[in-house]
């Protein structure tokens, strides 16, 4: 039963919020910084930056504003970016 359990926690938002939040954490704390001095950094609040940690609820806004702070806003463009076809085949396929 604990396998299926794992598989359906992989698949549950509320796994990836708080995977994403300890994450974070992790890699504040590898930089040696206090939450306060990273959420000025972001230009969050303290609060929000502590219940994103602690519970992994966050607005869409100050999760992009965390994901600047570490340069990495292109990757969720690429996420939201269209689809690339290599052949017509390929795009044929997909229109089907």
């Not at 039963?1 to 794992?6: F, L, P, R, S």
């Not at 994103?52 to 100050?62: A, Q």
């Given at each position: ?6 598989i359906l ?5 509320a796994?990836?919020?708080?995977k994403?939040a ?8 590898q930089?040696?910084?206090?939450r ?11 609060g929000?930056l502590?219940r ?11 999760l992009?504003k965390i ?25 044929r396929?997909?229109?089907?």
């Open positions: 039963m604990a396998i299926i359990d794992n926690a992989k698949n549950d938002i796994f990836f919020q708080m994403m300890k994450a974070l954490v992790e890699r504040r704390k930089e040696g910084i206090s306060e001095v990273f959420a000025k950094e972001c230009g969050v609040s303290y929000s502590r994103f940690e602690d519970s992994g609820e966050i607005s869409l806004k100050n992009l994901v600047r702070r570490f340069d990495e806003l292109e990757i969720l463009d690429e996420i939201f970016a269209k689809k690339k076809y290599t052949s017509m085949d390929e795009l396929k997909d229109r089907k």
